[in-house]
T-cell receptor, first 110, second 115 residues
Framework: SQQGEEDPQALSIQEGENATMNCSYK?????LQWYRQNSGRGLVHLIL???NEREKHSGRLRVTLDTSKKSSSLLITASRAADTASYFC??????????WGAGTKLIIKP | DTGVSQNPRHKITKRGQNVTFRCDPI?????LYWYRQTLGQGPEFLTY????????KSRLLSDRFSAERPKGSFSTLEIQRTEQGDSAMYLC?????????????FGDGTRLSIL
């Protein structure tokens, strides 16, 4: 079963704009991770935020976590064509396996 | 290249045939995971190993699926008597287990098409 649910399912923006994706989950977590997947490729880890953290930055990425609402957001600032990909959140399940959402498909228009 | 390697990249086979995929993880990683992903969906957990021990299998994994990691290095995933519904991307990932979840490093997957 999939715990995370990303919102929106698809997002299309102009290059240079900011992109925000949201993830909601159902059970308590130790951490939440965001991954990117380019078409036909494997997933690439972007950022991990622990349950006691509220915000984390990595380059143009900003992740927030609200454990009271069981939600997280991923913000990509100053988007580029190369950011076109699907973005997934994953939470820790039993025995350390990851539980994944269905992803947000992001399209950056030049 | 020291990333996760999966072979083959693509496999086309007839229904009822057996297929085997191979995954070579990052060498110092002790955990290895198999996932299945269908179009428009996130990865679905299949099984994982810590070293050579298979610690968990998804309840969704039928007995036609078997995975091995004989020496705690590479792993194989075999599907026997393939069915149309087995068509998917099969992803392998590895990580170094330190207690709580560590980032997983993925290969580019094996895309299986059942005719």
């Amino acid at each position: 079963s999939q715990q995370g649910e990303e919102d929106p399912q698809a997002l299309s923006i102009q290059e240079g704009e900011n992109a925000t994706m949201n993830c909601s989950y159902k059970t308590s977590i130790n951490n939440l991770q965001w991954y990117r997947q380019n078409s036909g490729r494997g997933l690439v880890h972007l950022i991990l935020i622990r349950s006691n953290e509220r915000e984390k930055h990595s380059g143009r990425l900003r992740v927030t976590l609200d454990t009271s609402k069981k939600s997280s957001s991923l913000l990509i600032t100053a988007s580029r064509a190369a950011d076109t990909a699907s973005y997934f959140c994953a939470t820790d399940g039993s025995n350390y396996q990851l539980i994944w959402g269905a992803g947000t498909k992001l399209i950056i228009k030049p | 290249d020291t990333g996760v390697s999966q072979n083959p990249r693509h496999k086309i086979t007839k229904r009822g045939q057996n297929v085997t995929f191979r995954c070579d993880p990052i060498s110092e990683h002790n955990r290895l995971y198999w996932y299945r992903q269908t179009l428009g969906q996130g990865p679905e957990f299949l099984t994982y190993f810590q070293n050579e021990a298979q610690l968990e299998k998804s309840r969704l994994l039928s007995d036609r699926f078997s995975a091995e990691r004989p020496k705690g290095s590479f792993s194989t995933l075999e599907i026997q008597r393939t069915e149309q519904g087995d068509s998917a991307m099969y992803l392998c990932a590895s990580s170094f287990h330190l207690g709580l979840n560590q980032p997983q490093h993925f290969g580019d997957g094996t895309r299986l098409s059942i005719l």
